[in-house]
């Protein structure tokens, strides 16, 4: 195996980020007249821009106070002022067609909130939902059931199984839009119109994502557009195009424009790239009323390996967390070895794909161990600590094992469809896995390895996915979704109902047990922050960290098996709003 110092490979990535911002910032891009330039410049993250009615003002939602507020900017003058100050964490916010009107969605409080531009109380319109936009004609907003769960660049705009709702702009009941065969909704835009619904599907890995139109009444959907990665999608003002972000298979971010076609029923066609934007993810763009200028969010989410010291007595910390790697891009899913010695991971450095790593449980050491074309990620140690579980964009996610030893991949002889977040019992003769296999909701289900009768552990009608065996194999910890909240569940694997051990609102994503098996490690997000829990199973629950602000995460919290320390991903979003004018 190949070992570099993280001196070397940390500047080598500095570089190619350092060159690829410049290029994104002096580049013409095809379909531009002038070079992007920013409108923002803060530490934070400014996003959701979106234009008055007559192109003269910008709302937008910004971090700067610690919280997220809507700002509104004259575009001439540049000077801006704070449309809420209420600390609720408001994000989205949208014009009314006419000017006098701003609709946002509030993390805190939940739900959309409406309010004059000019300044005053903000109204109720609906308890549930984010993502608002309205109707042409401005008597309708349009929004999906899930709220806004995660500000990660590359976050899906909805999961299984947010839907589609319609609310009277002047307030009302608000009504959902019936839509036959898929789910994960989000993003919705009226479109021809405000005869039908554009909205956005995305898978659970984020390695795809769709655009769909469904007449506003309700039906049967029309599949207009797939690519890697498709975000945010607007209408443009004279409703000939949509414009969205998107990442192509090249891992190429930039902003988009497809063609609308109505005759024959609606179709996107002619998707042509607006501007590049290097290693940055270009999210929620808004298009001026005159059609001549672009807006953006760059956003940049940079994630790193950190470790908090454990008592293995009392499981509870000894000290502050510490970070074991350092520099750009992305490092997920850190897996301790059932040995304690060492770290798997994926890291993602700007401008490349996704490779497996490793460090010494100390951080020490790291090394890459994969570097195909394609994405790669870390699922689990394959029955012990001399092979892990891998699946791979270029092998169609299909679960290979990865010998340490040699470097070598061989399929671990699983085969069933929609292998999704696998993992392996601690002798390494099962995989625990979810899929969506004749329902639309997510389930979990067990396979021998090899073997290719998987069987089918959970029968949820709403989301069980993300498992993780415990330490003696009997039993699987997984999330389970109940409205717009996550819970920690344990079920036996060999079969019987599962058992809800976390109850708080919020999210709560388990990732691994304690050594003893008593005890389940997950992040959790309570009132939009993120920190480190543990559940033990008679539901009582320990916060362990206190960590940051709205747009920071942990993900993944991986206990050694000595006790002594878990291991997480800890990350931060931050971003501009940047312009170019068009052609």
Not at 401 to 416: F, H, N, R, S, W
Request: glycine share 12%; aromatic share 8%.
């Amino acid at each position: 195996m190949q070992t570099r110092s993280w001196s070397l490979i940390l500047g080598t990535a500095l570089l190619v980020a350092s060159s690829l911002s410049c290029r994104s910032r002096e580049e013409t891009p095809a379909g531009s007249d002038t070079a992007p330039v920013p409108l923002t410049n803060g530490t934070g993250l400014d996003v959701f821009p979106a234009f008055s009615p007559e192109g003269a003002r910008l709302a937008f939602a910004s971090d700067r106070s610690g919280r997220f507020e809507v700002y509104v900017r004259d575009l001439a003058t540049g000077k801006e002022r704070a449309l809420t100050n209420d600390g609720r964490e408001n994000v989205q916010p949208v014009f009314s067609p006419d000017g006098k009107q701003i609709v946002y969605h509030s993390k805190v409080r939940g739900g959309l909130w409406v309010l004059p531009e000019a300044g005053g109380e903000p109204r109720l319109l609906s308890d549930f939902g984010s993502r608002p936009s309205f109707s042409p004609d401005g008597s309708s907003i349009v929004f999906q059931s899930q709220g806004l769960g995660d500000l990660g660049a590359t976050s899906p705009m909805a999961v299984a199984p947010s839907t589609l709702w319609i609310v009277p702009a002047k307030g009302g009941p608000a009504r959902e839009v019936p839509v036959d065969g898929v789910t994960g909704l989000g993003a919705p835009r009226f479109l021809d119109g405000g005869r039908e619904i554009l909205f956005v599907v995305s898978d659970q890995r984020l390695s795809w994502a769709e655009f769909w139109s469904v007449p506003v009444a309700g039906g049967s959907p029309r599949k207009l557009l797939r690519q890697r990665r498709l975000y945010d999608p607007i209408v443009s003002p004279d409703g000939r195009s949509v414009v969205f972000g998107g990442i192509t298979g090249t891992s190429s971010s930039g902003v988009f424009r497809a063609s609308i076609t109505m005759e024959g029923g609606t179709a996107l066609h002619d998707v042509t790239l607006l501007v590049r934007h290097g290693h940055a993810i270009a999210r929620t763009p808004a298009v001026s009323p005159d059609g001549k200028f672009l807006l953006w969010s760059s956003v940049s989410t940079t994630s790193n390996v950190w470790s908090l010291p454990i008592d293995p007595a009392s499981s509870l910390p000894t000290g502050a967390p510490v970070p074991l790697t350092s520099g750009p891009g992305r490092t997920t899913w850190p897996l301790v070895s059932p040995d304690g010695k060492r770290i798997a991971f994926g890291r993602t450095l700007p401008g490349q794909n996704t490779d497996i790593w490793m460090i010494d449980i100390d951080g020490r050491n790291p090394v890459v161990l994969t570097s195909d074309p394609g994405a790669d990620y870390v699922s689990d140690w394959l029955g012990g600590s001399r092979l892990l579980m891998t699946t791979s964009s270029t092998r169609h996610n299909v679960p290979m094992a990865l010998d340490l030893a040699t470097l070598g991949q061989k399929p671990i002889g699983v085969e069933a469809p929609e292998i999704s977040s696998p993992r392996a019992s601690p002798n390494g003769k099962e995989l625990v896995f979810h899929a969506r296999s004749g329902t639309s909701a997510l389930n979990l289900w067990v396979s021998p390895i090899p073997g290719s009768s998987p069987r089918q552990l959970t029968f949820d009608r709403e989301t069980i996915g993300f498992p993780a065996y415990s330490p003696d194999g009997r039993f699987v910890a997984a999330q389970v979704k109940r409205g717009e909240d996550f819970h920690v569940i344990v079920v036996p694997v060999a079969g019987g109902n599962p058992r809800m051990l976390t109850s708080e609102r919020g999210l709560s994503w388990p990732h691994s047990f304690s050594a003893d098996g008593s005890r389940i490690a997950f992040a959790g997000m309570r009132k939009d922050l993120w920190n480190l829990y543990w559940v033990d199973l008679a539901g009582k629950v320990e916060k362990l960290t206190d960590l940051g602000r709205v747009n920071g995460y942990v993900r993944y919290p991986s206990w050694s098996p000595t006790g002594d320390r878990i291991v997480f991903e800890r990350g931060e979003t931050t971003g501009n709003v940047w312009q170019i004018k068009l052609k």
